[in-house]
């Protein structure tokens, strides 16, 4: 990992500049920690911090952290459900947490299980009526990113002895675009909804295949980061207590109070990214924060900050906190100010 760091400073602030990037041969945790030959601040209770600006390259941003058993789809046919769980396949770099980066590397793992429903009906009772092979999800791009599913004559709502498609409730949240038949959620045979697939006068077949569009680009529904979450132990900031399910913390701090409940811990930055799915890059362009508002300052409860460090986390909607990791050739930067306190009152904007 490169560092270089840069220290300005005037009267009334200190700004710290700090860029990181990585020069392995693989993902490594967004996490420094530097002792320096002499202090950043001397005077850090006479200061508050604030992280001004941080630049991310979005495409080392996750979508969603992917559970185990928990996405299945299903074909049914003659009446009994072939059903299968997605299972989780490593995406094009390894962090650790089974983290899904790529569209299509997803469609794939889901793909693969209507495959291997479709094998077992064919082992069953062999290939049903106008079926050669199982439905397959692509992704398309046309003005926006769509997922459309693509099955045969025999997938058909008006086929006789047909086959019908079949997500559970937890998939079916990445693809509330498709037209479908909802039957209950937690079924155990998994068939929460059911994909229509419907021949609008042949409008829709392409070949021997009919598409089943998407109402609206679904790829909102994927992104369940919530929050980019900079923590340091170092810096002398306060610590905060952060709701959590999961102890993914327990490296940077064990300060879990008896009952169990929040961690506290030293954040001097929580920012919600805002992901725009409708445009051609999307988020995975640079995602860079500048404050524009009053700053969210830290408080400092040491004079001299003698060390950097730093760990980046990141949020999910279910309170979850997990490590950043960046891939190689990839690159964080970051300016953080350090304000004397009387200066502190009625600032906006950043440097």
Request: overall charge negative; proline content about 6%; charged content about 15%.
């Amino acid at each position: 990992m490169k560092r270089t760091r840069e220290v300005n400073v005037e009267k009334e602030a200190i700004y710290l500049n700090l860029n990181y990037t990585n020069n392995s041969d693989k993902s490594v945790q967004l996490q420094v920690n530097e002792t320096l030959s002499g202090p950043i601040v001397s005077d850090g209770r006479e200061r508050l911090g604030a992280v001004v600006s941080f630049v991310l390259n979005g495409q080392d941003i996750p979508f969603f952290v992917f559970k185990d058993a928990t996405y299945w789809v299903s074909l049914k046919y003659l009446g009994i459900v072939y059903s299968q769980a997605v299972v989780y396949q490593p995406d094009y770099r390894f962090d650790g947490v089974n983290t899904v980066y790529s569209y299509q590397s997803m469609l794939n793992m889901i793909n693969t299980a209507y495959g291997l429903c479709y094998r077992a009906i064919v082992l069953a009772v062999g290939n049903p009526p106008s079926t050669t092979q199982a439905p397959f999800l692509v992704l398309e791009s046309e003005g926006n990113y769509t997922t459309p599913l693509y099955a045969e004559a025999g997938y058909l709502d008006t086929a006789v002895n047909g086959v019908t498609i079949f997500m559970n409730s937890a998939l079916y949240a990445f693809f509330q675009c498709f037209w479908s038949k909802f039957n209950g959620q937690g079924l155990p045979d998994h068939t929460d909804y059911q994909i229509v697939v419907h021949s609008f006068n042949g409008l829709n077949l392409s070949g021997s295949l009919y598409r089943v569009m998407n109402e609206f680009s679904p790829l909102s529904y994927w992104y369940d980061i919530t929050q980019i979450v900079i923590m340091s132990n170092g810096m002398g900031a306060n610590p905060e207590y952060v709701p959590t399910t999961n102890i993914s913390l327990t490296q940077l701090t064990s300060s879990y109070n008896a009952g169990g409940g929040p961690a506290s811990v030293p954040i001097i930055k929580m920012f919600a990214p805002y992901f725009n799915c409708l445009e051609p890059c999307g988020p995975r362009g640079n995602l860079f924060f500048a404050q524009q508002g009053p700053y969210q300052f830290f408080s400092i409860n040491q004079d001299k900050i003698n060390s950097v460090d730093m760990d980046v986390y990141f949020r999910t909607h279910d309170g979850s906190l997990y490590p950043f990791f960046i891939p190689p050739a990839s690159s964080f930067s970051m300016k953080i100010m350090f304000l004397l306190k009387e200066y502190a009152g009625g600032q906006i904007g950043g440097k």
